[in-house]
């Protein structure tokens, strides 16, 4: 009897911990809500192991679990070597043209966590490989707590400078007129920023074609956009760990999360966050009145002091390629943005459409509305996932 309220007990708290309500018209709900106790699983586990002086340790061995190792195929040969002084996974494809496409491609993990060489990225790198008949280069930049802005972005932009340089170029008989900078999440960031940069970079004898960023981060000034408020909860990547991801990013104390959530860094009264910053943003003009719906723009005429200048980056377009002004975005490459409905980021790549177009740059927007965050990560598991990978590969296709 003993055994038996126990195992019920055991069963009804595993129910309890997995069941999370989802939002309705998610893709395949119950195995999001899977998903989504397994990663608040590793995260206790990572918080637990911090409690008892194995944070590291913890990690180490989370990370190990999810590394491919460098494997070659009879479609694709994979090594792992660096670009401009940075651990990076290579995939070449072995057949097709003597000259290949190119892909740079950065990894999301909010800054602080992931690697190219993880199972899922190189699980889609390998395929964009093998059907572009591409060299893809997936880079690992240095992370959060060991690196803060802008050393990542720095990082981004050495790999890309010797990614379009001629001696790399000719060593992997990658086309001149063939490259493209690709990422997701705070990848997606790093690979605008970085487009952004060699756009404008007259010194470059070569430029990348495109840019294609899946569900990017743009900026930190508006954290109450309709996406926002609308998934703050999110079981892949809530409104809170968002905050916090960049205040890890921007070196910022965590005690200035709910300043940030409540756009008390960005009120009417900051002197920095100008009538023209602050249309960069403004999503009642930038988005589409489906997403607007019956949202209110969260503008606060006094906020708290200081913020700005206690994170520089808030204002940088290194770090919020949607801040950046017209004429810089008119020089960027044409681009593929993928946007999820239930992603607290979607409204930063639906507005970075929209101002990319009035730039006058060509842009396909990839909106997924059954969509979630990381969802191209679960091409084995998600439906969902096999869809956007292959919206994804065959934009490059047609394209790059």
Not at 16 to 34: A, D
Not at 112 to 121: P, T
Not at 265 to 276: I, K, L, Q, Y
């Amino acid at each position: 009897m003993k055994l038996l309220l126990v195992v019920s007990a055991l069963l009804a708290a595993s129910a309890c911990f997995i069941y999370r309500p989802v939002p309705s018209g998610v893709s395949e709900p119950w195995k999001l809500m899977l998903l989504d106790a397994c990663t608040r699983f590793m995260r206790t586990l990572g918080t637990v192991g911090h409690w008892l002086g194995l944070g590291s340790l913890v990690n180490t061995v989370s990370s190990r679990m999810m590394m491919a190792d460098a494997r070659s195929d009879a479609d694709v040969t994979v090594v792992d070597t660096t670009l401009g002084g940075l651990p990076t996974r290579v995939f070449v494809a072995k057949s097709g043209e003597k000259l290949k496409r190119g892909v740079l491609y950065f990894h999301g993990g909010g800054w602080a966590y992931g690697s190219g060489r993880w199972k899922f990225y190189d699980s889609l790198l390998r395929r964009a490989a093998k059907d572009l008949d591409a060299v893809v280069m997936s880079v690992d930049y240095r992370l959060y707590p060991e690196a803060v802005f802008p050393a990542q972005y720095n990082d981004a932009l050495a790999a890309a400078r010797a990614f379009l340089s001629p001696q790399v170029l000719e060593d992997y008989s990658m086309d001149p007129g063939r490259l493209g900078v690709s990422g997701d999440s705070a990848g997606g960031n790093l690979a605008a920023a970085v487009a952004l940069e060699t756009g404008s970079d007259n010194s470059l004898s070569v430029k990348f074609k495109v840019q294609a960023l899946i569900y990017p981060v743009l900026q930190a000034l508006d954290f109450n956009t309709p996406s926002y408020v609308q998934n703050q909860n999110d079981c892949i990547l809530s409104r809170p760990k968002m905050v916090q991801f960049w205040l890890w990013y921007l070196g910022g104390d965590l005690s200035l999360k709910p300043v940030l959530i409540a756009n008390n860094h960005s009120s009417v009264e900051e002197p920095a966050v100008t009538a023209d910053i602050r249309s960069r943003v403004d999503w009642t003009s930038l988005l589409p009145a489906r997403v607007t719906q019956n949202f209110q723009l969260v503008v606060k005429e006094k906020g708290t002091p200081g913020v700005v200048d206690k994170l520089p980056g808030l204002m940088d377009v290194r770090a919020a390629p949607l801040l950046a002004e017209s004429s810089v975005l008119s020089r960027a490459p044409k681009a593929y943005v993928m946007t999820c409905e239930f992603d607290v980021l979607r409204d930063d790549g639906l507005m970075y459409v929209r101002r990319l177009q009035d730039a006058g740059v060509p842009v396909t927007s990839d909106y997924l509305k059954d969509g979630f965050h990381g969802c191209i990560s679960l091409s084995s598991i998600f439906n969902l996932g096999q869809r956007s990978e292959d919206s994804y590969v065959h934009w490059l296709q047609q394209n790059l």
